[in-house]
């Protein structure tokens, strides 16, 4: 392996997120408890009830080790304990009254801290980083973690408010586009919810780990043709796979439905919403120049040709 390669840059990392953080030291805040007597008053305090098998596989530590923790939390009144009511050769742990009251000021801390570590972060910045950070864990733990947090749901009370906001906040942001965009977002989602018909229609909105990230909606051009329209994805849930979801899932609504094609209107300049429309199966079948939304475009119209449901014969 090479000097600079992959190894020496993850331990380089590593020493740069150590100081980062501020764990070099024997004890954390300021206060006599060892990172990792906080790693398990932390997982006491956000599980209902525990087991020290429990926390031994979740941390990953020596059972030895972490049977003097729990004995030190003991004799400070931090935890207790309870026999398991189905497994006498276990016993429950739970934080105290005391525990607690030890514990929040110091969560309280750390999270002041991570906030002072971001402020001088913009907002996409920081979602930026909690991408990075998701990256990481997602490659170095199951393939399957980042597909397995993402939802797709319909769309709820106060969604198409968060729709025509990203819409217009994140064009202005990365390509340029003026308010005009906006105003056309915000048409587009009235009339979806005016004339909305749901065994025809449908909006999904994407969740990754409680926070929504995209969205996309199918809409009825006429009894044949639907319509793909306002996909989106937040800048750091790139990369996840969610975009290709949301296509997806209007595609297989649509022949659900019985639709016979699907059309979409973009701009040449989005090539990320263009490879995942090419890779559905649609095709480019026009192209015009024009100005709108404050600059010099090229709009395209992509269509994906549907095949007609099978229907069984009747035999008599």
């Known amino acids: 392996m090479l000097a600079n390669g992959p190894v020496a840059a993850v331990r380089a990392f590593n020493r740069f997120y150590t100081r980062q953080i501020g764990v070099l030291g024997e004890h954390l805040l300021d206060s006599d ?50 026999p398991a009511p189905d497994d006498a050769r ?58 397995q947090a993402i939802l797709l749901r319909p769309h709820r009370p106060g969604d198409m408010g968060w729709v025509v906001h990203r819409h217009g906040a994140l064009y202005a942001e990365e390509w340029g586009y003026s308010d005009e965009f906006e105003s056309l977002v915000a048409s587009i989602v009235s009339e979806f919810l005016a004339n909305f018909d749901p065994p025809r229609e449908h909006c999904w909105m994407a ?15 006429s009894q044949t043709v639907a319509k793909l329209r306002l996909l989106l994805v937040e800048p750091h849930a790139r990369g996840l796979g969610i975009g290709r979801q949301l296509v997806d899932a209007c595609v297989d609504f649509a022949r659900q439905v019985g639709y016979r ?21 649609f095709e480019r079948v026009h192209q015009e120049k024009h100005h709108r939304f404050g600059k010099d475009l090229v709009a395209e119209t992509w269509e994906l040709k549907l095949p007609a449901r099978k229907t069984e014969k009747i035999r008599s």
């Open 33 to 82: 408890f060892s990172l990792t007597e906080m790693r398990v008053l932390y997982e006491l305090a956000h599980r209902p009830q525990s087991t020290a098998t429990a926390i031994c596989e979740d941390l990953q530590l020596d059972p030895g080790y972490l049977s003097r923790i729990l004995r030190r939390f003991e004799s400070r009144r931090l935890i207790r304990r309870e």
């Open 90 to 147: 276990q016993s429950l742990l739970r934080l105290t009254a005391h525990g607690r009251s030890v514990f929040g000021p110091l969560e309280a801390r750390t999270s002041e801290q991570v906030a002072a570590m971001l402020g001088h972060l913009s907002h996409d910045e920081q979602w930026e980083l909690v991408a990075g950070m998701e990256n990481i864990e997602r490659l170095l733990t199951s393939p399957n973690l980042g597909t």
């Open 261 to 281: 094609k699907i059309t979409l209107w973009t701009q040449s300049h989005l090539d990320g919403a263009r490879r995942l429309y090419q890779s559905a199966g």
């Open 207 to 221: 969740e990754y780990r409680g926070q929504i990230v995209g969205s996309v909606f199918l809409v009825k051009k």
